[in-house]
């Protein structure tokens, strides 16, 4: 069974910062992985997806990078601002079938 | 607009009531997926389906069930079986293989 981990639970950084999130998997075998975010009692808004031959995709300050053979996938987020502050989820999908599954999230706070 | 439509986005239910989400998307996408969060957890896969008259059990699938008679539409009913049903619910599309997109969600909470 797929097991999808996020490290940190909850980050604070001061406006400015690069940081970087991280998503852990246990089964390599994944088609691809995505990345969201979500506001405080909203959905979530899907910010990358990275298929299982990529390294890397880019949007505006967003970076995934995906590294199948260690099970790791990170979200660098250049110069933070207040509007970056939500919770951070990524999600993996297996090959062969549509089931998504989530890991627990990093909760990220930037500091004004 | 296209998108994911999910109603009501609060619901109240009594002990022992079945009670139905609705969740219609308009993106002509095949998957769709049914979810539960719990304060400060992340997402539990309830069911999920890849195609009309088709669908799964994820991994918490006890005390609900899902219809798939339309491409656009997937209700989600919490039976009266499931003991702990408050919860935010969010229901999610997505083309085979690519991008999931989500709903705005629904607020059950038993009264």
């Known amino acids: 069974k797929q097991e999808v981990t996020q490290i940190p639970a909850a980050l604070s950084v001061p406006e400015g910062e690069n940081l970087v999130l991280n998503c852990s998997f246990t089964d390599s075998a994944i088609y691809n992985l995505q990345w969201f975010r979500q506001d405080p009692g909203k959905g979530l808004t899907s910010l990358l997806l990275i298929q299982s031959s990529q390294r890397e995709q880019t949007s505006g300050r967003l970076n995934a990078s995906l590294d199948k053979s260690s099970g790791r996938s990170t979200l660098y987020i250049a110069a933070s601002q207040p509007g970056d502050s939500a919770t951070y989820l990524c999600a993996v999908r297996p090959f062969g079938n549509e089931k998504l599954t989530f890991g627990t999230g990093t909760r990220l706070t930037i500091i004004p | 607009d296209g998108g994911i439509t999910q109603s009501p986005k609060y619901l109240f239910r009594k002990e022992g009531q079945n009670v139905t989400l609705s969740c219609e998307q308009n993106?002509?996408?095949?998957?769709m997926y049914w979810y539960r969060q719990d304060p400060g957890q992340g997402l539990r896969l309830i069911y999920y389906s890849q195609i009309v008259n088709d669908f799964q059990k994820g991994d918490i699938a006890e005390g609900y069930s899902v219809s798939r008679e339309k491409k656009e539409s997937f209700p989600l009913t919490v039976t009266s079986a499931q003991k702990n049903p408050t919860a935010f619910y969010l229901c999610a599309s997505s083309p085979r293989g690519i991008e999931a997109f989500f709903g705005q969600g629904t607020r059950l909470t038993v009264v």
């Open positions: 993106l002509n996408h095949d998957a």
